[in-house]
């Protein structure tokens, strides 16, 4: 599929959880995540997966150029809606190694991950090596409690 009908796709289906998730419809591990604009400093908001790994929970890029990666960088305290629940958060990058492990522990666990991985263009191989070397193009943020 071309990348810019992906795209479209995908800007579609973000409108479907925006609309789902305003009227408080869960939509199983996909949330709302909102950040502070790096350039607008506007509230933006987009879903994302958050993933929970022994006990803690975690968001992983899935596209390149993610905005919302880059704007969690430079103002980490965000906002993550589930249905009609908001939770203050803050956004915590880690380090290459872990981000290895914590993409290794989610293809073991989501194998269609590295799929997906592929098709994004975030990752040329699917395979568990192929992915863990991957590692530094792939943002993965421990999400913290943040205060209210």
């Known amino acids: ?10 800007n579609r289906l973000s409108r479907i959880f925006h609309v789902l998730q305003r009227v408080g419809v869960r939509t199983g591990r996909a949330q709302i995540l909102t950040t502070t604009g790096r350039k607008s400093g506007q509230a933006q908001s987009q879903p994302v997966g958050v993933v929970p790994i022994d006990g803690k929970e975690y968001i992983f890029q899935a596209y ?3 905005a919302w990666v880059a704007n969690a960088r430079q103002t ?4 993550l809606a589930s ?3 908001v939770r203050e958060v803050v956004l915590v990058e880690q380090p290459v190694e872990t ?3 914590l993409l290794l ?5 989501e194998p269609d991950t590295a799929k997906l991985l592929v098709k994004s263009g975030l ?3 699917s395979t568990p090596e192929g992915v863990a070397a991957a590692a ?3 943002a993965v943020f421990e999400v913290q409690p943040g205060v209210a």
């Open 105 to 109: 522990h989610q293809l073991r666990t």
């Open 136 to 138: 530094e193009r792939i």
């Open 76 to 79: 980490p305290a965000a906002s």
């Open 99 to 101: 981000r290895r492990q």
């Open 64 to 66: 390149p150029r993610a």
């Open 83 to 85: 249905g009609r629940r």
């Open 123 to 125: 990752v040329d191989d």
């Open 1 to 10: 599929m071309d990348t810019d009908v992906r795209r479209r796709w995908v």
